[in-house]
């Protein structure tokens, strides 16, 4: 029937009513053409390499198509990351750690990002996605797809069907079209991904300045430098003492920066820094002699003493410097003075003589010593040259030599630093010398302009004496400042836990309740007592440093354990080496009898025990006379204990801190 | 050679598929003489001839579902009986029966007299009106195209089709079908109301003098080859892959189960439904001239394929939940290609 349909055939027939005009639409009617064209057969077969080469390039645009979306959709997250952590770090100018954990945080989103673009790149939504998508735009009703799935089968599998339907779609194949089939999309978040880049690009060439000056300037009052009220009272009480006794007026003027320091701190109205820049400023201005020169000032007097002490007359004087007691080195200066003067029972001319000497000795003192460093220096100056020279001229040193070298230079340095130590020593007894040295050079013409010299000497070394004085008084003010620093670097050292723990150590001090195992226990006491030693052990009985007890009395119900002794005895000064027999001691007796016993301490009122004392103040809150004598004499002991390194340098903070929280109130 | 062959194969083939569409395009237009539009039911009914299965028509009364499947019998001249089910129906009137013949040569001899289901196309009108017992009378029949009875086997000729109806509004008196029978419908097919227009032509054909003579144009033979025809169509298998993708989707213990599935189905569609997709994708391809069924044939034929096989839940029946939503939510969310 050739290409006619059997209905029009039946129709020509007469057998049935004329058929409907059906729409055969491609299969029918392509292939009913195709029949007979065998030649085409062969080329059509292989064209289905054309469907296959259209169907990948439709897959490959929906995969790109879904790579976008995928990307563009998840991109906000990474944009928004940067953008706030530039901003971040722009605006606060972070430590490096922050840096680096905000750059953690931007490579893993970043990471994440990739990781699903690619997922989304990589997934295939199926083998025949890209027959599919051309099935649909061109509404082929899966003739591509069916055709790649058959043609992917080995000929000797195929049914006649299966080869029809390849021939039907390959008719088709020229006129597909991938890229109107699946067009590129736009996803819907561009705009969003395009404001996000555009505002990091430019966030990045944003500079943000911070004026730091202004933060300082104006602190917040959560940072502002808190301390204890306890520590904040100690601290002015030390001011009020210190400004009680009449001082130079560069000492005065530091108590008063001190005191007003103290109030700052006090009410809240300092940073930690600031306190600091205070501190250092007050303890700079306070920088006076170094230890080394204050040595050698007294090696000075010493010196002067010595030679002073050559003579019968001016012994005593001698004798008084050397003890560094210049008060009645000025005394004695007066005495020599009115004995030179007096008329009456003049001196001797060998007593005048050698006083002459001794004057003059002790005049000459700072130079003689300058004289001997300079020859030293010289020695040793004019060795090191040699040894340098040796260099120049290009003559390895040997290492004996090179060690001489360095030797020679440390010894100059040592000797430049004693000479400097000297001078500045000379400079302070400068007055003295010279009144020394004329009353030397009158002492033998006139002996009435000599004693005017020398109590001219009186008067200067009563200058020397005040001048001391006043250095002293800086060097307690400047321990006390330490003791503020070192409370404020403690305090800042592990931030509120350490305030926390500071707080708690202030409770047990004052007698707070403690931790259990602490604190004294109940006993009882029997017989006459005597207040024992106060002992400060660190390695226990034996290495203790004892201070004499006071008149002691009949123990008293209650009490503390060691620390007190009661009853008449007095403690070893060495470990013991025996031990008693029987160490184990004896076995227990279970069916002994016991009967308790009950004693009373008699009140004979002849003085409370220390622990006694101790006790008693830390109910009232540290007041009472008794026990400020006690608190000096333990507080006295600790401090000697600590200046002569006894207690490591970590605890002695704690030590010092324990005295001023059970320090006597008012 | 080997060109040579496949050329002439494939002419073969394209001619076969030209004279299937061609019949099948006559035999609409015959049925078309008395059935106005109902297309989809008309398209639908002839699937399930060629299928060899049978087809389940729901409708109101009147819309023309008994006419519908006499027009089909009397178009293809094959053998017709109509069988009205009520609830005093007795298997044995649609089997048949035992009787005594008594004739003066043999004397009294057993013969059995075959019942109406023994016919190329039973019509069984208002199928929900006769007793579960009646209505199981059926099942053999349509599942394996014979009829034991006693100790004897009758074997149903070829094509054989069932076309049940049921009335979807009238709940009194009526016995649902049992699962296992819904099971053997190839197709349920809904007969809606007709349209303005077809109503117009509904009302000129009937109160008229006129009187549409409907003539056979199939015969049996030709029917047996398009069956075959069918069975010879190839299919994919990213398509059939999506049937039964489609297929596990109706059910709830897959795990991958959609949220109407999840909520409102019992129990998901059979492997029969599964089989129906396929031949039913097979024929639509067919009807459209094409060598192969493509997804959008399986879509097409879901909801007439599945729709009586998916059970629903009490919360389902409570809710008015029908299962032709729960096919349109799997078939709008289910990806072509996994």
Redesign the interface.
Known sequence: MGDGSAAEGRASMGQVPPAPRVSLRFASVRAARFLGASKALGKSLQQISLLRVKARNAEARARLNRLFATAFRWAPGPLGYAAIGLTYVKVVHPSDGSSGWLLLGGGLLVGAWLGISAWAWLRRAGQSEGGLLLDHFHELKGRVGNALSFAELPLSERTPFMEAAILDAVRVGPELSPSRAVPWLIPRETPLVVVLFFGLLGLSLLEVRVVREAERAAPKASQALVLATDDVEYFKEISARLAEAPHAADVNQAIQRFNQLVLDIGSERLTRDEVFRRLDALERDLADASDAEKAAFEQALKDRASALKSSQQSRALGEALERHDMANAEKELKKLAEKVRQQKQPLNRPDLERLKKALEAASQQTQKRLERIEARRQELSSQARGLLNKKKDQKPLSAQEAKEQKEAERKLERLDREKREATAAGKGLAGLDKELAEAAQKLMKEAGLSAKDLEQGAEQMNRTAQSESSQQEKQQLKKRLEELRELLRQQGQAGKEQMKRLLRFGQRARGGKGVPGEGGEPGEANGKGQKGPITLSRNGPGEGIDIPGGPGKPGSPGGQKPGQSQGEGSQGAEYGTGHADGLRGDSTQLDGKFKDVSVVGADTGEGAASAEVIHGAAQRGFTGRGYSKVYTDYRTVAESVISKDEVPAGYRFYIRRYFQLIRPRE | MK??S??S???????E???F???V??LR??IGRVIVGQKEVVDGVIACLLAGSHALLEGVPGLGKTMLVRTLAQAVRLDFSRIQFTPDLMPADIIGTTVIDESANAGKVFEFRKGPIFSHIVLADEVNRATPKTQSALLEAMQEHRVTVGRTTYTIEEPYLVMATQNPLEMEGTYPLPEAQLDRFFYKLAVTFPSREELHSIVDRTTTLHEAEV?A?LERQEILGMQKLVR???V????QDYAVRLLQATHVQTGKAFDKVQRFVRTGASPRGLQAMLLGAKIQ?LF??????????IRSVAPLALRHRILLNFEGEAEGVTTDAVIEQILSQL????
Not at chain 2, 236 to 239: G, N, T, Y
């Open positions: 060109d040579e496949i050329m194969e494939n002419q073969s083939v394209t001619q598929v030209l004279d569409q061609t019949k395009a006559v237009q015959e003539k144009v010879r169509v190839a994919a298998r990213h398509v391809a459209d001239g094409r060598f192969a069924p493509g997804i959008e044939d990806p072509e290609s996994a």
